[in-house]
């Protein structure tokens, strides 16, 4: 099954090559004073309908912050992103377990998954529109059913790299079935939902600001929806930036559980894990 | 030596030879079954909501005669296809650019990895913006989709060459472009490869959700007009077209990838 | 009167599936019979590709046996039949595996309490064996160590705790100390019999290593090449307590290994 060896491994968190060395540091902070000055100077030259500015987009995300719109509308999409996530991750994860000792079960559902995980989860945005309004609820499922297919499979994964070793040790030993289940396969699959987790995270948000670009009165996918509209780049640009942020937030917060949850796992070799 | 047989898994071998049938059974069972519920559900979920599947059926047969389907399919795969083509050249040419001037790639690095964690599909409405209301917008957010799993490929594989090969390379005296050519190329080929096969059915949903937001052709446009004209057998007939259209491509490209692929000895998948 | 053995093998076979079906494969072992006394600490010899390990998995009541009959307390276990297998006996029969085996999730303390989490034996006379194991063995400090955090050496030591932890009355032991140095072997070996000599368990100890054979031993079997049989039995008169590190040098040493030696080829 080709289609879900991508997370066949549950691949280790993203390493840097290297600690960069001071200098580099240095160039990183002159490129980014360097597009800073040419962003500022671009408004200053050509007018802020293109680009809006560095200060502009300062000065209004500074005012979202604290009048509390901004945090109001990312509140909403994080809702959005975070329900949808848990409700299409935890079945996901659960059904490989369920189906364990069923491997008929999985082989016959085998393709049904596959489908559902290669067929284009985002174009439902109008129909989930269609069915549940242009409330949250359409935005949670259509966010659900994205994250769904990518755990299923991690889930799966994670179930079928057994250590069968493992299970014999513990057999030997006097485990049941439900021992052997939750001390043995458990933890051994957790690492791989992990993966999956980590896959699917950006996916929540993102299918959250595109069910929202389509159709809503809340959120930052309608704020950037919003000024586009009004032809406000600056607001375009401030939205952006939040909706930036709370992508750094969802990965950061999956990688902290992750790393707390999986301190007992050998630390990779220098690998370069790349994602989306 | 370890045993071959874990006596408590091994399943009785009369019971195998069935599987197969039992399988196959059980999955054409499933699919009828999930027909089945559609008509169910439709029937009672009423036509607002649901779209009956023989009227689906009808509509997808009437726009195929008429044209209009083909051209809501030819106008999208045209878009992805163009996209994916851009986005592909600057994938690839980037990292060999940026493999000659190592101090500019370390200094830029952290904002490319950065800039991943922007959704992409949030920008549409500012190209939209820059770039009016024709098919720029699109072909940018396909592009975009499009390059960063192949750039990202790329760069991580020619960093990953093995520099022994460069260096004997260099001792043979090949030249810089000769050295990408042969060694990093070849090196990096099967990643490559691995990126765009995620890539292509990546850019078809990319330029239907573009379809979305703005155009007036294409199957994101039939899907997302449909909604808006309360044509609910239009939206099903949209989806139902939209996901066979990507299932096939994404079938198509695994038959290729197993050709391509068949001489592998060892399989490399890379985690994209 | 000599009591019965607590272990006896008449006649085991063992043979695997054959892939295609055409050819039935070789036996690996064939008509092996053995017994061995309570309290008794035999060692096993065998050439690479004897099947040991496979004979091992067979007593464990982990792999099925094409033929012959294991019998443990004079009671027969079910072990040509796959579905009445019953691994570990009740965990009367403890199986010290040739990979440590330990649960990568578990710290040291947590893998050597796992058997007794899992028989629901765990309660203060049960932790505080342990604690002794641990300290017996050299892990005193390394409780809440991750098995990546260890050694080669320190997982042996704790895979080894592990299984004595929980006293099933009989060990098998498949190797146990192969893949350390050789310093590590001759600790390891030397706390062994020393925790063996505290409890007297029976153990069915399997070694390619002559002189670890006899080092560790009462009694020595040597099996022969497949299809295995019994090749040779050698009682082991060197008294105890005995000097690990320095066995070579013992007079009757050197007698009893050539006439090993002799059988192994």
């Known amino acids: ?276 | 030596m370890t045993s071959h047989e874990a006596a408590v898994d091994v399943p009785e071998p009369a019971r195998s030879r069935w599987r197969p049938h039992v399988v196959v059974a059980g999955r054409i069972g499933l699919a009828v079954l999930l027909l089945i519920a559609w008509k169910v559900g439709a029937d009672a979920a009423g036509p607002l909501y649901a779209a009956d599947p023989v009227k689906v059926f009808e509509r997808i047969v009437g726009d195929t005669l008429s044209g209009s389907l083909l051209r809501h399919i030819y106008v999208t795969l045209r878009l992805s296809a163009i996209g994916f083509a851009i986005g592909c050249f600057c994938g690839v040419a980037l990292p060999f650019v940026l493999r000659r001037l190592p101090r500019l790639t370390r200094a830029v690095e952290p904002y490319i990895m950065a800039s991943v964690g922007v959704p992409k599909y949030a920008l549409v409405p500012l190209f939209i913006l820059w770039f009016g209301i024709d098919d720029a917008p699109k072909l940018w957010l396909v592009g975009l989709l499009v390059f960063y799993p192949v750039f990202i490929a790329v760069f991580a594989g020619i960093r990953n060459v093995d520099r022994r090969l460069i260096a004997m390379a260099r001792v043979v005296g090949a030249s810089e472009a000769a050295i990408s050519r042969e060694v990093v190329w070849n090196s990096l080929l099967p990643f490559f490869f691995a990126a765009l096969k995620i890539a292509l059915p990546r850019a078809v949903s990319a330029a239907i959700i573009g379809e979305f937001l703005v155009g007036n052709e294409g199957l994101g446009y039939m899907i997302e007009h449909s909604r808006q004209s309360f044509d609910t057998t239009g939206v099903f007939t949209g989806v139902v077209v939209a996901t066979a259209l990507v299932l096939v491509i994404n079938a198509v490209l695994e038959r290729i990838d197993r050709r391509l692929n068949a001489w592998r000895p060892v399989e490399r998948d890379m985690q994209v | 009167m000599a009591a019965p053995p607590l272990l006896e093998v008449r006649g085991l076979s063992k043979r695997f599936a054959t892939r295609t079906g055409r050819e039935p494969s070789p036996w690996v072992i064939q008509d092996l019979s053995f017994a061995v006394r309570e309290g008794e600490f035999l060692t096993i010899i065998g050439p690479s590709g004897s099947g040991k390990t496979t004979l091992l998995n067979m007593l464990a009541q982990i792999d099925t046996a094409s033929g012959g009959e294991v019998r443990f307390q004079a009671e027969t276990a079910p072990i040509s039949d796959p579905t009445r297998l019953s691994p570990g006996l009740s965990c009367r029969i403890g199986y010290v595996t040739q990979e440590d085996n330990l649960l990568p999730w578990r710290t040291t303390l947590q893998n050597v309490l796992f058997p007794l989490v899992v028989q629901r034996r765990l309660n203060d006379q049960t932790r505080a064996r342990t604690e002794m194991l641990i300290r017996a063995v050299g892990l005193a400090g390394f409780e809440s160590h991750y098995p990546h955090e260890l050694s080669g050496g320190m997982r042996k030591r704790a895979s080894l705790i592990r299984t004595l932890v929980y006293d099933p009355p009989v060990i098998l032991m498949d190797e146990p100390f192969g893949a350390l140095d050789a310093q590590t072997r001759t600790q390891l070996q030397e706390d062994l019999l020393r925790l063996w000599s505290l409890g007297r368990k029976t153990i069915v100890f399997v070694t390619h290593d002559i002189a670890e054979a006899i080092a560790l031993g009462d009694r020595t079997l040597v099996l022969s090449k497949p299809p295995a049989r019994i090749a040779g039995e050698h009682t082991n008169p060197i008294a105890r307590p005995r000097d690990v590190s320095g066995i070579m040098t013992h007079p009757q040493f050197a007698a009893l290994y050539r006439a090993i030696r002799v059988e192994v080829q």
């Open chain 1, 1 to 276: 099954m080709a289609t879900w060896r991508q997370t066949d491994s549950p691949a280790p968190m993203r390493q840097s090559p290297a600690a960069p060395s001071l200098r580099a540091r240095g160039d990183q902070v002159l490129v980014l004073l360097v597009l800073l000055a040419i962003w500022q100077g671009f408004s200053l030259a050509f007018g802020t309908y293109w680009a809006g500015s560095p200060w502009g987009v300062a000065t209004r995300l500074t005012t979202g912050l604290l009048n509390g719109e901004i945090l109001r509308h990312a509140s909403y999409t994080l809702l959005e992103a975070v329900a949808g996530f848990l409700i299409g991750a935890l079945p996901a994860a659960a059904l490989p377990f369920a189906l364990r000792r069923l491997p008929i079960v999985t082989a016959i559902l085998d393709p049904f998954m596959v489908g559902g995980y290669g067929a284009p989860k985002l174009a439902l945005a109008p129909l989930f529109i269609l069915w549940f309004g242009i409330g949250i609820e359409s935005k949670i499922a259509l966010v659900a059913i994205t994250v769904f297919f990518i755990v299923y499979f991690s889930a799966l994964a994670g179930i079928r790299a057994l250590d069968a070793k493992l299970v014999q040790m513990a057999q030997v030993m006097g485990a049941s079935e439900r021992d052997v289940a939750r001390h043995i396969v458990f933890p051994g699959a957790v690492p791989y939902i992990f993966t999956g987790l980590r896959i699917a995270m950006p996916y929540s948000i993102g299918g959250a600001v595109i069910a929202e670009l389509i159709s809503a009165n809340r959120g930052l996918g309608y704020l950037i929806q919003l000024g586009a509209m009004n032809f406000d780049t600056t607001g375009v640009f401030v939205a952006l930036v939040a909706t930036t942020c709370i992508v750094f937030l969802g990965n950061w917060s999956v990688n902290a559980v992750e790393r707390r949850l999986l301190r007992w796992r050998p630390p990779p070799d220098l690998e370069t894990q790349v994602g989306s």
